[in-house]
């Protein structure tokens, strides 16, 4: 029989669970998630006395792994958030790290300078995807439809080889591979641009609700390091070490990178705690979710539509 001692430390553990080993973050080349490698450099996850693994990965690996868990978080938009819970494993968004502004393009051969010269060619785009929904927007705002275009299936990593090949005459894509797509073709063109639509695209750490439930404390220090970054990204005199960590990170010039950063709106802790609070526009995570949630149910990239709310959870900002 157990004595009272034992019963006691049991009843302890039934309550309070110590982190056992590491929380594993698939992370990917956006620089709004590139920033996490700051903290790696810095030892930043050691100062806050939480124990983290960041696993590099292509993005839609990264979503892959987390389905398949291997990962308790990872870096998704809002909408492919709802993708993965959708069709394989559900998370919260429980941290946003910034919105895409202006890093999501459209990019067109040269002579193509507005979306409504989009009308009967050839645009790849992977579809299904953030650009897509990208895509859709900007060509509403010209009196287009998707029927309007011929969509052309195509990898997100592997656009700027199909826009220089000719095959297409535009794409949509995120940096770096949007940028890549602009060097490669000389005369192409920005046409559109997630800064037309700020707020389209949030950028978030989603979080298996069962991990961030059980180590709640450790997710919150996960996020005291995010908020570090932020202001070693936005004050002055530090911001060339973060930008040089990064870069190397991905493999470019630090001075290239500054260039993919000013399309990334990286949102403070008070700012980003504002954009929990719904909204039926792109102001908030829960307007924004809702419209990408429209978006999948009716281009089928899942059959039936999805409680948004559900992914939203706000703890870390409480």
């Given at each position: 029989?157990?004595n009272?001692?034992?019963?006691?430390?049991?009843?302890?553990?039934?309550?309070?669970?110590?982190?056992?080993?590491?929380?594993?973050?698939?992370?990917?080349?956006?620089?709004?998630?590139?920033?996490?490698?700051?903290?790696?450099?810095?030892?930043?996850?050691?100062?806050?006395?939480v124990?983290?693994?960041?696993?590099?990965?292509?993005?839609?690996?990264?979503?892959?792994?987390?389905?398949?868990?291997?990962?308790?978080?990872?870096c998704?938009?809002?909408g492919?958030?709802?993708?993965?819970?959708?069709?394989g494993?559900?998370?919260?968004?429980a941290?946003?790290?910034?919105?895409?502004?202006?890093?999501?393009?459209?990019?067109?051969?040269?002579?193509?300078?507005?979306?409504a010269?989009?009308?009967?060619k050839?645009?790849?785009?992977?579809?299904?995807?953030?650009?897509?929904?990208?895509?859709?927007?900007?060509?509403?705002?010209?009196?287009?439809?998707?029927?309007?275009?011929?969509?052309?299936?195509?990898?997100?990593?592997?656009?700027?080889?199909?826009?220089?090949?000719?095959?297409?005459?535009a794409?949509?894509?995120?940096?770096?591979?949007?940028?890549?797509?602009?060097?490669?073709?000389p005369?192409?063109?920005?046409?559109?641009?997630?800064?037309?639509?700020?707020?389209?695209?949030?950028?978030?750490?989603?979080?298996?609700?069962?991990?961030?439930?059980?180590?709640?404390?450790?997710?919150?220090?996960?996020?005291?390091?995010?908020?570090?970054?932020?202001?070693?990204?936005?004050?002055?005199?530090?911001?060339?070490?973060?930008?040089?960590?990064?870069?190397?990170?991905?493999?470019?010039?630090?001075?290239?990178?500054?260039?993919?950063?000013?399309?990334?709106?990286?949102?403070?802790?008070?700012?980003?705690?504002?954009?929990?609070?719904?909204?039926?526009?792109?102001?908030?995570?829960?307007?924004?979710?809702?419209?990408?949630?429209?978006?999948?149910?009716?281009?089928?990239?899942?059959?039936?539509?999805q409680?948004t709310?559900?992914?939203?959870?706000?703890?870390?900002?409480?």
């Amino acid at each position: 029989m157990l004595n009272r001692l034992a019963l006691f430390l049991l009843s302890l553990g039934a309550f309070s669970f110590a982190q056992a080993t590491p929380l594993t973050i698939g992370y990917s080349d956006w620089p709004g998630w590139v920033a996490w490698e700051v903290a790696v450099e810095k030892g930043w996850f050691e100062d806050e006395g939480v124990d983290v693994t960041l696993e590099w990965f292509d993005y839609v690996a990264s979503m892959d792994a987390f389905a398949a868990g291997q990962l308790d978080a990872v870096c998704m938009t809002n909408g492919d958030t709802l993708v993965t819970g959708a069709t394989g494993r559900r998370s919260v968004m429980a941290l946003i790290n910034d919105f895409s502004n202006g890093n999501d393009m459209i990019v067109a051969q040269p002579g193509i300078t507005d979306v409504a010269q989009l009308a009967g060619k050839k645009v790849g785009v992977e579809i299904g995807f953030v650009g897509h929904l990208l895509l859709l927007r900007a060509l509403e705002k010209a009196g287009l439809t998707e029927d309007d275009v011929d969509l052309i299936n195509v990898p997100t990593n592997e656009t700027p080889m199909v826009l220089a090949s000719g095959d297409v005459d535009a794409i949509v894509a995120w940096q770096p591979n949007s940028s890549q797509s602009l060097q490669m073709v000389p005369g192409s063109t920005s046409i559109y641009s997630s800064a037309n639509d700020p707020g389209l695209i949030y950028d978030t750490l989603a979080i298996a609700p069962e991990s961030l439930n059980r180590y709640p404390s450790e997710w919150g220090k996960v996020a005291a390091v995010w908020y570090r970054i932020v202001d070693f990204l936005n004050d002055p005199e530090t911001q060339p070490e973060a930008l040089e960590i990064m870069a190397a990170r991905v493999g470019i010039a630090a001075n290239e990178y500054a260039e993919l950063m000013q399309g990334t709106r990286f949102l403070n802790k008070e700012e980003a705690k504002g954009r929990y609070a719904p909204t039926e526009d792109l102001n908030s995570l829960s307007g924004s979710t809702n419209i990408a949630n429209e978006f999948n149910v009716k281009y089928k990239v899942y059959p039936r539509t999805q409680a948004t709310a559900d992914y939203i959870n706000d703890l870390l900002y409480q």
